[in-house]
């Protein structure tokens, strides 16, 4: 039987997918060695434009020429999985994603940067057809490895659909929200990182996006409780996933707001 | 002799997407350029407006590799800014994680992106098929340099335990001490590293000199950080006056010359860095370069790879050090410490990454929004050296098949171990050209 072809690609991002692929140290000579790697940018330079069955996509779209290379990487693949908080919901770059791109060019570049060809920030499934996706910022090794094997033999990855909480219970954490008062985006931020953020004392930032059918307007409320201002809670649920349907409609003010 | 243009569209193994463009008129070169073809996520704009609590998180994502310098430099920035004092315990984690990440980061730049350009593979796995007792040692280094990112930072990338003020968990005593059994027993892997990287990088692609920048922190120490600039030129600056370092750089163009700190263009990153303090290396990481001494060459850019090999047994000591000065000052289990009122004020910070001195600088309102951000990295200082150095391999690679010179090409530029996603500023596309390197947001 060959041997299944996979590539990796990359658009605007930190490439920290990509590296977290390359930090799988104990397990990465045996992954490379049952399949065929066709493209990956960051460990090899013979990539090939050829029709593979996975391709494993990161980054956030935010140029033209971004779109088009996303096009055909999905005519080239079977199955294209996003890897990533950018891929699947915009990351980083999309904070702020409304806001005009002149303006934010001109803060950055000054005047010299008008010719900079940008689009708004947006993840992979606005312009092609995702079929699955492994989320966080970055990825987790061992949700990636699980991943691959599901795919290896045939099907469609299952990872948590819980929220970050349901971890943090199973660890035995002390609540940061309810007993130190640390603002937490866990209640509503899918699991698969053990808790990292409210295991070193700190709130979940929300780097693995939010859960299905996440209640963001509940969140609100809780926050609201503690203090919070409207403004700043805008700003904390705004920074992995502006592209997502809860935070997106949340953020422009349609869910509770 | 007709026009002709040598170009690798896209070059691959290294962090971020970018090429190089060389154009030549028979024998005669015209122009050299690094095509950085990287998106814009205007960073220094999106983190106005928020409080500086968000800075750690939101700018250690400019790039995964070197994501512990951008933190703790923001980290240090934000401190200077609303002018908080950090304890002595802090200041060492801070040192531990940083160390993990010049392991990790060295050891993939070599083992998994230049080693296969040495050894004629087109990546680390091909490689492993011939090489796999190579391979699986510097991917054991690699391991250790995120093994320490994991327990100090939190997190291999984007770690989450490194905020204002301190770390919100200190790693576990019990935790430490473990980690420096396992630093010990690497210490031969990354001697063996120092002989394997000597045996393939042997020759010298540019014969040209360079002027080196790194910084200083007046202890003696081979150091990451520190307040001063030294420029191989014999000028010191502070690291407030980062601007002045990197402001000849400005290029509004591409068709007039880049301009340079003195009329030269700069290298930083781990040759600079060799250069500079190679006398203040100890244990087995002095005897390595002392023995390498002879050898030492700053005009070859390939040192790059042997300076950094040597920087990951000298980080491994280190790290070994600083557990064990940690003990003796006594473990404590603290909290981050905790501003008091904010007046508001601007900070700069200046660290020495994995690739070369990288800058954050902030200014914060009263209320501790931030209403200023600039950042300039390494491998946007390094553009117009690594430039300088293609077209000297070009000029010295004339004759050469097409194939060939642009494998020299590859492995000159590689030789930086560009991190393109970091390269914020640097706009840079066919023809057009405009770097902002340093001037402030309008």
């Known amino acids: ?257 | 002799m007709a026009n002709r243009t040598i170009k690798i569209d896209h070059l691959y193994r290294v962090e971020g997407h970018g090429g190089i463009r060389v154009e030549l008129d028979g024998k005669k070169l015209l122009d050299v350029q690094m095509e950085i073809f990287e998106g814009s996520r205007f960073f220094e704009a999106l983190i106005r407006g928020r409080h500086y609590k968000d800075v750690p998180m939101i700018m250690c994502r400019i790039c995964a590799i070197c994501s512990a310098s951008h933190r703790t430099v923001a980290i240090r920035a934000i401190e200077s800014a609303i002018g908080l004092e950090v304890s002595r315990q802090t200041k060492r984690l801070r040192e531990l994680l940083i160390m993990g990440e010049m392991i990790e980061s060295h050891t993939l730049h070599l083992f998994c992106l230049a080693a296969p350009d040495f050894l004629g593979f087109p990546g680390v796995a091909a490689m492993a098929d011939r090489h796999e007792g190579v391979v699986r040692m510097g991917l054991g280094l690699k391991k250790l340099g995120n093994a320490i990112q994991e327990l100090v930072g939190g997190r291999k990338i984007h770690q989450v335990n490194a905020e204002v003020g301190g770390f919100s968990k200190v790693p576990e005593k019990e935790a430490l001490l473990k980690l420096r059994e396992e630093l010990e027993s690497k210490i031969p892997d990354a001697h063996s590293s120092i002989s394997f990287i000597e045996s393939i990088t042997q020759e010298n692609l540019t014969k040209s000199p360079s002027v080196f920048s790194a910084l200083d922190d007046d202890t003696g120490n081979y150091c990451y950080h520190g307040d001063k600039i030294l420029v191989s030129t014999g000028d010191q600056l502070s690291v407030d006056q980062y601007k002045d370092l990197c402001n000849e750089f400005v290029v509004p163009h591409s068709h007039a010359k880049h301009s340079k700190y003195k009329d030269k263009p700069l290298m930083v990153g781990s040759l600079a860095r060799i250069y500079f303090h190679r006398n203040k290396l100890t244990g087995k990481a002095d005897t390595e370069m002392k023995r390498l001494e002879k050898s030492f060459d700053p005009d070859n850019i390939l040192w790059n790879n042997l300076a950094q090999a040597v920087e990951v047994l000298q980080a491994i000591e280190r790290s070994i050090e600083m557990i064990d000065v940690i003990m003796e000052e006594g473990y404590k289990e603290e909290e981050p410490a905790v501003p008091g009122k904010i007046s508001g004020g601007s900070g700069t910070a200046g660290t020495e990454a994995p690739r070369g001195t990288l800058f954050h600088a902030y200014t914060v309102d009263e209320r501790g929004i931030v209403t200023d951000a600039d950042v300039i990295t390494p491998t946007a200082i390094n553009l117009e050296n690594m430039e300088k150095d293609i077209r000297a391999a070009t000029e010295m690679g004339l004759s050469d098949p097409e194939e060939a010179l642009k494998l020299k090409l590859e492995k000159v530029a590689r030789a930086y171990d560009p991190c393109i996603s970091c390269s914020v500023h640097l706009v840079d596309l066919r023809g057009k050209k405009s770097s902002k390197q340093s001037s402030s947001p309008a």
């Open chain 1, 1 to 257: 039987m060959p041997k299944p072809k996979i590539g990796i690609f990359s658009f605007t991002c930190c490439e920290g997918c990509q590296l977290e692929i390359v930090n799988c140290e104990d397990e990465l000579l045996d992954i490379v060695g049952a399949v065929e790697i066709v493209s990956f940018g960051m460990a090899q330079s013979n990539n090939l434009d050829v029709d593979m069955d996975i391709a494993f996509v990161e980054g956030t779209i935010v140029q033209p020429r971004e779109v088009e290379d996303l096009k055909k990487i999905r005519e080239r693949s079977n199955l294209l999985i996003a890897i990533g908080a950018c891929a699947t919901y915009g990351g980083v770059a999309a904070i702020d994603r409304d806001r005009s791109r002149d303006e934010l060019k001109k803060i950055v570049y000054g005047e010299d940067g008008a010719f900079i060809p940008t689009i708004k920030p947006s993840p992979l499934y606005e312009h092609v057809k995702v079929d699955f996706s492994i989320q966080g910022c970055p990825i987790e090794k061992h949700q990636f490895i699980k991943a691959v094997g599901y795919l290896l033999h045939g099907d469609l990855p299952i990872l948590p659909d819980y929220p970050v909480c349901t971890e943090c219970k199973r660890k035995e954490n002390e609540c940061v929200l309810v007993h130190h008062k640390i603002p937490c985006l866990g209640p509503i931020t899918r699991a698969g990182c053990d808790a990292r953020c409210p295991s070193h004392y700190q709130g979940c930032d929300g780097c693995f996006g939010p859960i299905e059918e996440a209640n963001v307007a509940m969140e609100y409320n809780v926050l609201r409780e503690m203090g919070i201002e409207k403004d700043e809670i805008a700003r904390m649920v705004g920074v992995f996933a502006t592209a997502s349907d809860s935070i997106g409609d949340f953020l422009k003010g349609k869910d509770g707001k």
